[in-house]
């Protein structure tokens, strides 16, 4: 399983790559596999202002639609359209790819709360 130790994680299995202020957003690769193949990503945020852990859209699977909770207060500013046409990318490419959202954050402060690589290790036992 790839958990890149260059990575922020949250307990909801996301994970979220810093550049400056803006944070790129994706589900785990531990996600994507509890999750089976997925069909389609849905994000009707964009250009909103939304808070830590509001809804920020949804990841449906064949078995299961998911939740998607953003993990840190700010603009959704981008979302990844090539999800439209391909959300298996999400599953090949699940760190790269497969990246669903980009923030423009509001807080700072609340990356330090998110999970270290090591963290999220120790959170599914890997």
Do not use: C, R
């Amino acid at each position: 399983m790839n958990i890149p130790s260059e990575l922020k994680y949250t307990k909801d299995h996301e994970w979220i790559k810093m550049e400056g202020e803006v944070a790129t957003v994706g589900i785990t690769d531990f996600a994507q596999g509890e999750l089976g193949d997925i069909v389609y990503v849905e994000v009707e945020t964009l250009d909103e202002t939304l808070e830590q852990e509001e809804v920020f859209g949804t990841v449906e699977a064949v078995k299961t639609v998911s939740d998607l909770f953003l993990p840190l207060s700010g603009e959704i500013v981008e979302f990844n359209e090539a999800l439209e046409d391909e959300p298996e990318k999400v599953n090949a490419d699940p760190y790269g790819e497969g990246w669903m959202v980009k923030i423009k954050i509001s807080d700072a402060s609340q990356v330090d709360g998110l999970l270290s690589a090591e963290d999220y290790k120790a959170l599914i036992g890997a």
